[in-house]
């Protein structure tokens, strides 16, 4: 709701390129923050931090609502700092829910997650376009009345207990952010998630530019059409996530896996096709597998590390997988002068099954005995 408000307000007076700039003023402060904030989850009370962080938002909005139309600097100024705020609620999220959550149950509540995720993404989509093209600050508003919803929901939630911690005194952030990484690197499991998400975020950054410019331009269908594809690709996605949460634990690693090829077959597909509907089809089936992927990839990333890190390891992932998504749209233009959207799009495809097999031959078949036995444990 927020990106599309944004959009439409910049958008009416301004260029894409001024766009562009706000949305980079608006998400790379929160990508620098998105350590600090595993960090922080690591070392204090995650029911407060997701307080703090949800409330501080709700002051942010309402203060857009309130002057952020006096000045295109003033607005990306508090679209930054409320990106900020927002890079603190997933890591907080995933400890609070490692905290209260039964091991045996976790990976369904990680699937429930990634449902919701996909559901608001899409109701946000919706009421975001609606209320935009009525007025972009009344939903700023209801995104603001949204959060405190949210926040009166937290506050009926009881705090985990916090994570065990080594004895001795207490080291320095520097040296819990390098224990962070280290956890990330040492563990194997967590590893080989960190580095398939960066080999996707190198070529699914411009997944929605791509789609958006075959659909539009390549095959010449209209704006609603495109919507459509959205639709179906945000319900299958959802879909995806509701099945995904019933899997044995056993399955999990040769379906993540098997998810990737898929999801890059299908995306190949889609740039193959010179109709709408086998154009649609072929979304469905990807974002049916990456919905896999969603539901499956924090439970192979977490469950086998120490719970006083899980907050520092989800925020590697996150960072190194935006940061990668991010530099792969920035070379998405000048790669795109060169070659055209169908054969970026099927390489981009054909590259993500291949890093699924990769990822099951080096990483996930030698591993599922160590992910087996976590969920007795709790971590192995």
């Avoid at 916090?162 to 224990?179: I, K, M, N, V």
């Avoid at 990839?297 to 998504?325: E, K, Q």
Wanted: charged fraction near 10%.
């Amino acid at each position: 709701m927020l990106q599309i408000a944004v959009a439409v307000h910049v958008l009416e007076s301004h260029t894409v390129a001024t766009l562009a700039v706000v949305g980079l003023v608006g998400t790379v402060p929160a990508l620098v923050c998105t350590p600090i904030a595993g960090l922080v989850a690591d070392r204090y009370d995650v029911r407060r931090i997701a307080l703090v962080a949800i409330g501080g938002q709700v002051v942010v909005l309402l203060l857009v609502v309130a002057v952020g139309r006096f000045g295109l600097g003033l607005l990306a100024a508090l679209y930054a700092v409320q990106g900020v705020l927002a890079s603190f609620w997933p890591p907080a999220r995933q400890r609070w829910l490692y905290g209260v959550v039964p091991v045996d149950l976790r990976h369904r509540a990680n699937a429930s997650i990634g449902s919701i995720n996909g559901m608001m993404t899409l109701a946000g989509a919706t009421l975001g376009g609606l209320l935009s093209s009525w007025n972009a600050f009344a939903a700023f508003g209801v995104a603001a009345a949204c959060q405190v919803v949210a926040t009166t929901q937290l506050l009926r939630t009881r705090s985990p207990e916090p994570a065990a911690r080594a004895t001795g005194a207490r080291t320095s952030f520097t040296a819990d952010l390098r224990d962070g990484v280290r956890a990330a690197r040492d563990f194997p499991l967590a590893r080989s998630v960190v580095w398939i998400g960066v080999a996707w975020g190198l070529v699914g950054g411009g997944y929605s530019v791509l789609l958006a410019g075959h659909v539009t331009v390549d095959l010449g269908a209209s704006a609603f059409v495109l919507g459509v594809v959205y639709a179906a690709d945000g319900i299958s996605v959802m879909a995806a996530t509701v099945v995904a949460g019933r899997l044995s634990r056993r399955h999990h690693l040769a379906v993540y896996a098997s998810a990737y090829v898929v999801q890059g077959a299908a995306w190949a597909l889609i740039f193959m096709s010179d109709h709408v509907a086998p154009l649609v089809a072929c979304v469905v089936l990807m974002r049916f597998a990456s919905g896999f992927i969603i539901a499956l990839d924090t439970n192979i990333l977490l469950d086998t590390v120490p719970d006083d890190v899980r907050g520092r390891v989800t925020s590697v992932h996150m960072t190194t997988y935006n940061a990668v998504g991010r530099l792969s749209l920035a070379g998405l233009g000048a790669l795109l002068t060169i070659v055209d959207v169908t054969t970026v799009g099927i390489v981009a495809g054909i590259s993500s099954a291949v890093f699924g097999i990769a990822w099951w031959l080096w990483s996930g078949r030698r591993a599922k005995h160590a992910y087996v036995v976590a969920d007795v444990k709790g971590t192995a």
